[in-house]
């Protein structure tokens, strides 16, 4: 019986328990067998933690032990590889110390995670976006494992946000060879390039200015990449129909097959050489498949932001609709359209979508008004959408219901979905 599909029998009933819940129960039993730890209980508030207490720890000097990383990371792996991560990570979280500025500076590291990450740890991580749905975090490089910046490193070592990004790049870029990259397959009718480096850094490659920018002498028309997970950076070129096909295709496949999951998107260089989503032309071969990995990237970051809200407002007795980003999917084109629903009398928080479905409740029915593009729903309604601080990738609220004159406006741009 597979670890992460194990039922219970509690008496006569047969009782499921989450693959959560089970790691957790793990956890507990390994760290409290460890000889620094004195105290380990589940987090009252944050789900899916645990609150650790170590030689000379007060009782409110708990450390909060996030699993959800944890358990992404090591899920799926070979048995020898779960267990080598689960020890580095318990051997660097009970018995290490934050590490000082002076022995961070020069391990410094870029890395790429998808927005949802910093959803899976109750610290305040250093992140800015780097793509839609994708942040830029720091780390700190060593050989026992990978530390994530957080906002209390900011504080402790006291320098300037900008100089440790820019300390990181330069770190990084010192540490990248001419050599980490390959061709990915050599019998392929176009030139295809991966990182072939296994530092698990491979993805990170792709936030260094200037990277991407250097296979243009390498590939067919202009550079393209995908980076389906943490360890994977595949390079090609535009200039051939059939290899943004194969990108494509193997961004979706690799995304839903990997543990350490980033994004199903394909990407290629902005006016100013930075690194932007791929936006193809409508009439191209090639244009839904494309369109297809952004828009399921945006649906996995939307899900997952949606969940961490439902639970946060349920445990604080909040009374607000987290609307879904759904999507749609032409039989005929195979295009896929998201779209957001956006209700009369509902207090709602709305993501970013294709579309909006307005509807209102007209005596014991229910009404669609119309399905509107994002961009006419801001022109002509903006104002009644208030952005929601903190939240990555965005939402609005929903303040007011348009009045009937704002209502028509709506109802005249919608479009068949």
């Known amino acids: 019986m597979a670890f992460w599909d194990r039922w219970f029998t509690k008496g006569r009933a047969a009782v499921a328990v989450t693959p959560q819940d089970a790691f957790t129960d793990e956890m507990i039993v390994r760290i409290r067998q460890r000889s620094d730890v004195v105290r380990v209980e589940r987090h009252p508030e944050h789900e899916f933690s645990l609150n650790v207490w170590r030689d000379g720890d007060g009782d409110g000097d708990a450390l909060v032990m996030f699993l959800g990383n944890l358990f992404y990371d090591s899920r799926g792996v070979p048995p020898d590889q779960r267990e080598e991560r689960i020890e580095r990570f318990l051997g660097i979280i009970t018995g290490g110390e934050r590490i000082e500025w002076q022995d961070a500076q020069n391990a410094l590291v870029p890395l790429l995670r998808p927005a949802s990450y910093a959803l899976h740890t109750p610290k305040a991580l250093l992140r800015r976006r780097f793509l839609p749905h994708v942040d830029l975090l720091l780390g700190v490089d060593s050989e026992e494992t990978t530390q994530i910046v957080i906002q209390a490193d900011l504080e402790s070592w006291d320098q300037p946000l900008d100089g440790m990004y820019q300390r990181a790049l330069d770190n990084f870029a010192n540490y990248v060879e001419e050599a980490d990259v390959e061709p990915y397959d050599p019998t392929a009718e176009f030139p295809i390039w991966h990182v072939a480096a296994d530092d698990g850094y491979e993805s990170s490659r792709l936030a260094l200015p200037g990277f991407l920018a250097e296979f243009a002498e390498l590939v067919e028309g202009s550079p393209i990449a995908i980076v389906p997970s943490r360890c994977q ?52 071969p090639h244009y839904a498949a494309v369109r297809r990995g952004h828009r399921l990237l945006a649906a996995d970051s939307y899900a997952a932001q949606k969940e961490h809200l439902d639970e946060r407002h349920e445990r604080d007795g909040t009374d607000i609709f987290v609307a879904s980003l759904t999507l749609l999917q032409n039989k005929e084109s195979g295009v896929i359209t998201s779209y957001t629903s956006w209700t009369q009398t509902v207090d709602t928080l709305l993501p970013e979508a294709d579309l909006v479905a307005l509807g209102r409740p007209v005596g014991d029915e229910f009404e669609m008004c119309a399905m509107v593009p994002w961009p ?42």
């Not at 051939?240 to 990108?247: E, K, N, T």
């Not at 394909?266 to 930075?274: F, I, K, N």
């Not at 009644?384 to 004159?405: F, I, K, N, Q, T």
């Open 376 to 417: 006419e729903v801001m022109r002509l309604a903006g104002s009644l959408l208030e952005p929601v601080d903190g939240l990555s990738p965005a939402r609005w609220r929903c303040c007011e219901w348009p009045d009937d004159a704002t209502l028509q406006q709506l109802v005249e741009a919608g479009v068949e979905p």
């Open 233 to 284: 950076l595949i390079i090609s070129g535009d200039g051939d129909v059939d290899s943004i096909g194969r990108l494509a295709d193997a961004a979706e496949r690799e995304f839903e097959a990997s543990p350490r999951s980033l994004s199903p998107a394909v990407y290629t260089l902005g006016a100013s050489g930075e690194v932007v989503p791929l936006d193809l032309a409508v009439d191209h």
